[in-house]
Structures are given as structure tokens and as C-alpha cells.
């Protein structure tokens, strides 16, 4: 799912177009490249854009001319380094833990090697041509590829579904042409480009020291190496390799960049779309909150609402519980407040602050990352898994507190630490997927309090993990509470995950809030809105009656966002409906101290 | 016993590093009744899980079904006997694969070597069908459900193969506690229509009671107490049980009920 970025379109386009010279200039201009005009090492002239070289060539004609050879060199060379790594890669990951283990010590020690001595290696052995060139270069290369390879296809073999479509007897080549494959191509295209720009320059290096391309022929690497010798005679013949060099490198750069960043989850952060609304009469939070949001919705762009209208405020140092069906619009309410929506849906609310900080205009990024930590539902999406654990537990430090580097690496282990994760300095130095599932979960939370944040937004933090890892992440968020003071918002769909953590609780249903109660009511069953009576009664119990009927279940479904009734969404399923609420939304209703429910038959005696 | 488990043992790593996961256990679930295995995290239950549809190699120790040895299989016979006992895994997040389509995931589960989603069209809305999702879910792509959702879409896949046996992990801890109920009553009227034969493990105790016939209690890769349902609720035997009772929170619901 490629975003396409400014600058991943602008580095396609300059590929593009460098790509279009290279096939077109042999035709138009390979005459003028071979013509020898008789005026040696000209400067800069009208006849003569860069002058000419030493036997009276055009130049610009010559390194027009020389982008077919070099671009071809280079994406053989490029090409080489990505099979052979890939199937390096493979090969090393497929084969059994001995052989992987030493394998990728081996990767690891030729990738921290320098590519172009490898090369010189190389070509020192096969001999000076276009051929040993082309052949070191992608040979030089292709260890980064296997390392990314063996590192991403160990983590997506790792994921449920690779193991599932084993189970219902998938061929192996389906394995790899379905499920794993595709879910590696991302970075493999960016490591793909950036090898793109590396062979270019190390090609060009080699024909300048005159070990690559071979006299008749040029590049721009040997068409630079001429151009130096006459340097102080005609400066622009070494110009225009030079340019050419530089600027299809920097393009390459441009589409990895591009690629990577549309591939990141958190890119994009505070640039969703964004609209104000008319405020939400006889609703205010009081003095004093933290977190305020008014009439908050979101919306798909055929104005099907997903959230609809929720206001809520979170006081400073409080943990505030949402709970809801899969479906509510809880994960969309919290994404909204942390600027983090995803493509496609638009959010409009009258007001949404935290403290002085606005979150409904263009809100400054470094505010946003060091203010608000986000602790994700899926702890194998939040990491890049390409990198490792220290330079993403760092980044926000690094990039907005602006923390150099040892020291930004020193709060992480202490970080690490705090969260209890055994071997810290160790743990900085693996890949996302050498963690478990709970120690992925810990080490998201230390990177979302590492910066300090004020609100710390977490979205079911705990569902993909198992009762005594979930205690202990439960208990960790309640240190950090009183320690630091950092309020949450905590999202859940367990009412009782809920009930030890939080002190107050919004209950949402179809993309509203229904009610809103302190969790010492909820504890003991005091609900006044049918949908949460409907939501407890649901929950299986221990002390449970011997005879074992079916658990109470609420009939129906919830309505898709897009078919919700008139009225009040819980009408068709609710067991006291009053006629009033197929037709008129209730409001909520203050029904006493931090309550409030959202029900025509609230306060109507039955 | 549809589905057994003999002196099985697991270990992960060698030399120095082994770590033993399995420690000869021995469970074993009868056709068309439940099993519930409970623990706490780390005791094993979801290596026990991978044990039993071959996705774990065990040391020592044989898996029967049907008291048939099926843990010396390769290849095209362990292929078949695969699709007959079927998982649900507990992550609902990494269970899909999120290139693929809903009605691709569960059409691959129908027929895994072709699955043609526009052949199986049918079969692939009755089967969302029947874990409560609508039919135009199989155009769609995992990231455009909720956790909740998604749970179903991977039952939903899981019985598109039509296994006589599946093993359930944690697969309601993702689930509200609605959903869960509903999930907990399909799966109950599964078994009895398909007479379905499951092991389900949870760490939710009340969930498990609610299900199972009988109960394995598993601590350290060990099954400490095994027996049926009532007993093992109503009077512990070991202490560890006890303990792992005694820790749940008690969420009294009166006023609710
Ligand atoms: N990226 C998206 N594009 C379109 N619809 C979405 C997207 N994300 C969520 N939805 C829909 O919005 C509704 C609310 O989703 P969500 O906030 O994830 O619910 P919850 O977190 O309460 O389970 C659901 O109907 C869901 O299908
Ligand atoms: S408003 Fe009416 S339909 Fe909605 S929950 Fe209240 S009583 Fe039920
Ligand atoms: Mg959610």
C-alpha cells in the first residue's frame, strides 16, 4: 500500500525522464559525441554547451550520450544485488537455526565491509572491464540485501497467518508467492533504490580509477575522469558527469525516501485532514482539563459518519477508560485526538485542545510526538521491522527534543529498564522481532513516555496479550500514572481490564457516547444506559450457576456506520425502546456527579 | 479420544540454552466435548496448542488422532491430516494476512491450492454469515476491521476447512465481552451441529468454565491438574490451581443481572 508522497512522484518523474535520455540521446546526439571538431578542450560556448574534451568532442553530447551505458550498468549491477542477496537471504533464513545463526554473522560482517572495497576485490580478480565492474558492484551489494531479506522474512514468518495457511495445507510456493512475498516488498523496494544511488556512484568510482569502463566506451565515470585532467582548462567538462552523477542519485534518493516514508505508520502525523464545526451547545468541560474535545466527528469523504459527535474532556493526571463493541469508533476517537488517522477519513470537531496546545489546525509535529505517546492495539505493526529497537526508541528524542545520540541511547536503556525488560543494552540492539509479544508491548510503552508526553493515548494495550503479561502491563501504566502524573486515555473492549485501571469510563456505541459513569459504579453493575446494563450482563462470570445455559447476549448486530437508524443507533436492539426513540437521537443527560447517559428512558420511571 | 496427546515434550533452543517448554504431558479431548486449558502466561498452553496441529515439533511424545500417530508425518500425508485439525490463533492482528482479501483468506481455506475467491463466493458469505459479519466484508481488507472483527473473519476461515477438531487460543481476549458472548454461543452451537471437537485454551477462568467439559491446568510445562470441569472449579486440588482461582478479579454484576 505505497503512499504517494510529493517526493516519491518528483524522484519517479526525474527517474522517468533520465531514463528517456538515456534511450533517446544515442540516436540524437551520438553523431555529435564522435564528431571531432578540431577545437580541443574548448570552454563553455554557444556551439558548445560544456565545451569540448581533449579530442574536440562535445561534451554535453558525450555525457547525454553516456546515460544509456551508465544507467544500464547501474540497474545490472542493482538487479544482481538484489537477486543474488535475496536469494542469500532465502537460503540463510529457509535453512535450519545452526546455519542461520552463522550465516548471519557472516551477512553482518560483510555489510559493515565498504561496498566499493569489496568491489576492488573483486575487480582486482576478474580484471579491469565493464563486465568485472558491473559484476563486483552487485556482488558488493548484495550482502544488505540478504540481511534485510533474512530479517524480514524471519519476522512475517513469525505472524499467525504464515503458520495458519501452513495448517490449511497451502502449497509452499503459495506460502511464499501469497504471503510472504508481498509483505516484504516495501522495504525491499527502498533498500532497492537507496542500492540504486550506491552502485551509481561505486560504477562511476571504479571507471574514474579506470578499473570499470574501458576506452572507446564511457560513462559518466570515465567521461569525469577525463574531465578532471583538463580541470583547470575547461572546469565544465567535469561538470557534466558530475551533474548527472549527483542529480540521478539524489532522484533515487528521493523514490527510497518517498517509499519509506508512505511505508512508516507514524509518517503523516498532524497532516490528516482537518475542519472546524459548529460548537456542541450546553456542553462544557470543566476548568482545569487537559484534554478537551467538542463535538469530535469522523467522517469517510461520502460524509458516512464513523464518529459522530462525541465530546468527553480528560483531567490532568486521570485515567479515562473507553470501552465499546468492536466497531464503536473508539480506536477513531483516539487516533483523531493523536492526529494519527489514517487515510481517507476526515475529522471535523468544534474544539480539541490539549492544554494550550490545538490540535484542530495545522498543530506543530514536534509538539504533537513530545506531548501525546501513543501506544498501539498491535505490537508487531508498531515497529519498523527492518530497524533495530534502539534508533526507533530514540527518534522522537533525537529528532524533536533534539538529544544526541549517547544520550538519547542511555534514557532508552533506562527506559527499557523501567519497564522491566531484562537486559536493556542487549534489547537496543536486536530487531522488533527477536522480542515477544509482551516484551514489544513493554518496550512501545517505554517509547511513548520516553519523550514525557503530557496525555498518553493507549489503544487496547493489552488485548493481544495473556492474563499475567496484561496484569503486569496494567500495573506498569498505573506506575507510570502516579509516578509522572500522565493522564490517559485507555481503550478497551474488557470491562474489567477497565475496571482495575481507570477512574472514569465513556461507554461508546456506534460511533457515539452513550454514557459516561465513574468506574466504581460500573464495578458494581450501577449502569444507567441499557446498552452498558446489556454489555455487563453479557460477560461471562466465575461464580456462574451450575446449570450452564447460553450467556445473555444482545440480539442483533450493531448498524454499519452507514445504516444507522434515525433515532437512537441502540433502538432495534434495546429491551425498554420507547416509540421517541426511533425517530429522535437522545442527548446526554447529566445524571449526577461525572455522569451522564445518552437515553430516553433515563430518569422515566418503568 | 478424537484427539491425544501422549508423554509429549517440547524443547526450544540446545546446548546450554534448551529451555523445556513441554514437560511429558499427556491430555487428551473425546469426540464432540471441549477441553479447556488454563495457565498463566509461559506455562505452555500455546506451545501445547502448536504441539497438537503439528506446528511444534516435539521432542519425545506422540500426537494421536484418532489413535493414529501423526507426529512422524511429512509431507503430503501431514498435509491432509492438517487441514483436519484446524487453529485459531489468539493475535488477532498478525492472523491475516493483510494483502489479501477477506473472501481471498477464507476461499484459500476452502481450497488452499487454487483459492478462487469468485468460485466460493457462496460459501465465503455463509461463512461470515455465520460469525455474524455481512456478506460485502470479503471485498475488503483486513485493516478496514476492528480487532473484534477480525477475530470473527479468522473463525470464520478456521471452519471454512471444515476441521473435525479446532484448537482455540485465547481467541476471545480480543473480543468484547458481547461478542464474546456470541462467539462462545456459535462455537457452543457448532459443536453440537458439526460435532466439532475443541480444545480451547484462555486465560479468562470464568470462559472457560463456561465451555469446557474438562479442564487441564498447566504451570511451567506441566499439567499440575486435570479433570473434569466441576471438579477442578469446585474443589481444587492443587495448590497452584487455587491460587490462579484466587487471583481473578472478583467483578461481583448483581445489580445487571
Ligand atoms: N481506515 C478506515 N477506513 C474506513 N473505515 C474504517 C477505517 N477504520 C475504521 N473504520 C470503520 O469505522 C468504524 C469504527 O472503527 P474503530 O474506531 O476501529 O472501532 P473500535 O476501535 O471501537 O473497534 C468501524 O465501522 C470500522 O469498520
Ligand atoms: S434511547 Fe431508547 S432505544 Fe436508545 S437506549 Fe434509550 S431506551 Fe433504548
Ligand atoms: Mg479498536
New interface residues.
Given amino acids: 500500500m505505497i503512499r504517494w508522497t510529493a517526493g516519491l512522484k518528483a524522484g519517479l518523474a526525474g527517474l522517468a525522464a533520465v531514463a528517456l535520455v538515456g534511450l533517446a540521446a544515442p540516436y540524437l546526439f551520438g553523431e555529435a559525441a564522435q564528431q571531432l571538431s578540431g577545437a580541443a578542450r574548448e570552454g563553455v560556448s554557444a556551439g558548445h554547451w560544456l565545451g569540448t574534451d581533449a579530442l574536440g568532442r562535445d561534451v554535453l553530447a558525450r555525457t547525454l550520450v553516456a546515460t544509456r551505458l551508465t544507467l544500464l550498468m547501474t540497474a545490472a549491477a542493482t538487479a544482481i544485488a538484489g537477486v543474488l542477496g535475496i536469494l542469500i537471504g532465502t537460503t540463510v533464513w529457509v535453512a535450519g537455526p545452526r546455519v542461520r545463526e552463522t550465516g548471519l554473522r557472516l551477512i553482518d560482517v560483510m555489510v559493515s565491509y565498504p561496498a566499493v572495497i569489496l568491489a576492488l576485490v573483486v575487480a582486482a580478480i576478474l580484471g579491469a572491464g565493464p563486465v568485472a565492474a558491473v559484476l563486483a558492484i552487485g556482488v558488493a551489494w548484495s550482502p544488505a540485501f540478504a540481511r534485510l531479506t533474512a530479517s524480514l522474512a524471519a519476522s512475517v514468518a513469525g505472524?499467525?497467518?504464515v503458520?495458519?495457511?501452513?495448517?490449511?495445507?497451502?502449497?509452499p510456493y503459495?506460502v511464499l508467492t501469497?504471503?510472504l512475498l508481498?509483505?516484504i516488498a516495501e522495504p525491499l523496494l527502498v533498500l532497492l533504490s537507496v542500492a540504486f544511488a550506491g552502485t551509481l556512484t561505486a560504477l562511476s568510482g571504479l571507471s574514474f580509477l579506470g578499473l570499470g569502463v574501458q576506452p572507446p566506451a564511457y560513462d559518466w565515470g570515465a567521461l569525469l575522469d577525463t574531465g578532471l585532467e583538463a580541470i583547470y582548462t575547461n572546469p565544465a567538462e567535469a561538470v557534466g558527469p558530475a551533474v548527472a552523477i549527483t542529480l540521478t542519485g539524489v532522484l533515487a534518493g528521493f523514490v527510497g525516501d518517498g517509499l519509506a516514508a508512505g511505508s512508516d505508520p507514524r509518517a503523516g502525523r498532524g497532516r490528516d485532514g482537518w475542519s472546524p464545526s459548529a460548537p456542541v451547545p450546553g456542553r462544557r468541560a470543566p476548568d482545569g482539563a487537559l484534554l478537551v474535545v467538542d463535538g469530535l466527528s469522523v467522517e469517510l469523504p461520502g460524509g458516512v459518519r464513523l464518529v459522530d459527535g462525541v465530546s468527553f474532556h480528560v483531567m490532568p493526571g486521570e485515567i479515562v477508560g473507553v470501552?465499546?463493541?468492536?466497531?464503536s469508533g473508539k480506536?477513531l476517537t483516539a487516533m483523531a485526538v493523536a492526529r494519527l488517522l489514517?487515510d481517507g477519513v476526515r475529522a471535523t470537531a468544534a474544539g480539541l485542545r490539549l492544554g494550550d496546545l490545538d490540535l484542530t489546525g495545522r498543530a506543530e509535529p514536534a509538539r504533537l510526538a513530545t506531548e501525546i505517546g501513543v501506544v498501539y492495539?498491535?505490537p508487531?505493526?508498531s515497529f519498523n521491522p527492518a530497524l533495530r529497537m534502539g534508533g526507533q526508541l530514540t527518534e522522537v528524542l533525537r529528532r524533536h527534543r533534539g538529544v544526541g545520540r549517547a544520550e538519547a541511547r542511555e534514557r532508552a536503556v533506562k527506559a527499557l529498564e523501567a519497564v522491566r525488560i531484562l537486559q536493556p543494552e542487549t534489547v537496543v540492539r536486536r530487531h522488533p522481532h527477536e522480542l515477544s509479544?509482551?516484551m514489544r508491548q513493554r518496550a512501545m510503552i517505554a517509547s511513548a513516555v520516553l519523550p514525557g508526553p503530557r496525555l498518553l493515548i493507549a489503544d487496547?494495550p493489552t488485548?493481544?496479550?495473556?492474563?499475567?503479561?496484561?496484569a503486569e502491563v496494567l500495573e506498569l501504566l498505573k506506575e507510570i500514572n502516579t509516578a509522572e502524573g500522565t493522564a490517559m486515555m485507555f481503550i478497551s473492549?474488557?470491562?474489567?481490564v477497565v475496571?482495575?485501571l481507570c477512574d472514569r469510563v465513556l461507554v461508546m456505541y456506534a460511533g457515539r457516547i452513550v454514557e459516561e459513569l465513574p468506574v466504581a459504579d460500573l464495578?458494581?453493575?450501577?449502569?444507567a444506559h441499557p446498552y452498558t446494563?446489556?454489555?455487563?450482563?453479557?460477560?461471562?462470570?466465575?461464580d456462574?450457576d451450575?446449570e450452564?445455559g447460553?450467556?445473555?447476549?444482545?440480539p442483533g448486530?450493531p448498524p454499519?456506520p452507514s445504516a444507522r437508524p434515525g433515532g437512537c443507533a441502540f433502538a432495534p436492539r434495546c429491551p425498554v425502546a420507547l416509540p421517541i426513540c426511533a425517530t429522535d437521537p437522545p442527548a446526554p443527560v447529566p445524571t449526577g456527579e461525572g455522569r451522564s447517559a445518552a437515553c430516553h428512558a433515563v430518569g422515566v420511571p418503568s | 479420544m478424537r484427539l491425544a496427546a501422549e508423554n509429549l515434550t517440547v524443547v526450544f533452543g540446545h546446548g546450554s540454552r534448551a529451555h523445556v517448554a513441554l514437560d511429558d504431558v499427556s491430555v487428551g479431548v473425546a469426540e464432540g466435548t471441549t477441553l479447556g486449558l488454563v495457565g498463566e502466561s509461559g506455562s505452555g498452553k500455546s506451545t501445547l496448542a502448536k504441539a497438537l496441529v503439528g506446528l511444534v515439533r516435539p521432542r519425545t511424545g506422540r500426537i494421536l488422532l484418532d489413535g493414529a500417530d501423526v507426529s512422524a508425518l511429512r509431507g503430503a500425508r501431514l498435509a491432509a491430516v492438517r487441514r483436519r485439525v484446524q487453529m485459531i490463533s489468539q493475535d488477532p492482528y498478525s492472523s491475516l494476512n493483510p494483502r489479501m482479501t477477506v473472501g481471498q483468506a477464507i476461499a484459500e481455506a476452502i481450497d488452499p491450492r487454487r483459492a478462487d475467491h469468485r468460485r466460493h463466493a457462496d460459501a465465503v458469505t455463509g461463512w461470515l454469515e455465520t460469525v455474524a459479519l455481512d456478506g460485502d466484508a470479503a471485498a475488503r481488507y483486513p485493516h478496514e476491521f476492528s480487532g473484534g472483527q477480525r477475530q470473527r473473519i479468522a473463525i470464520a476461515r478456521a471452519l471454512a476447512a471444515e476441521p473435525e477438531v479446532v484448537v482455540a487460543d485465547e481467541i476471545t481476549s480480543a473480543l468484547d465481552c458481547s461478542v464474546q458472548a456470541e462467539v462462545l454461543n456459535l462455537l457452543a452451537g457448532l459443536r453440537e451441529r458439526l460435532r466439532l471437537t475443541m480444545v480451547f485454551i484462555s486465560h479468562d477462568l470464568a470462559v472457560v468454565r463456561h465451555v469446557s467439559d474438562e479442564v487441564a491446568v498447566m504451570n511451567r510445562g506441566r499439567i499440575v491438574e486435570y479433570g473434569p470441569c466441576r471438579r477442578v472449579y469446585r474443589s481444587p486440588a492443587h495448590p497452584y490451581t487455587r491460587r490462579l482461582l484466587g487471583s481473578v478479579p472478583a467483578f461481583p454484576l448483581q445489580e445487571s443481572r
Fill in positions: 505472524r499467525d497467518f503458520a495458519t495457511a501452513r495448517l490449511l495445507g497451502v502449497p503459495r501469497r504471503h508481498p509483505n470501552v465499546g463493541e468492536s466497531g480506536s489514517p492495539q498491535d508487531s505493526a509479544g509482551g487496547e488485548t493481544a496479550l495473556d492474563v499475567t503479561v496484561q473492549h474488557d470491562i474489567g475496571g482495575t464495578r458494581v453493575g450501577r449502569a446494563r446489556a454489555l455487563l450482563a453479557a460477560t461471562p462470570r466465575l456462574e451450575e450452564r447460553p450467556l445473555t447476549t444482545v448486530r454499519a
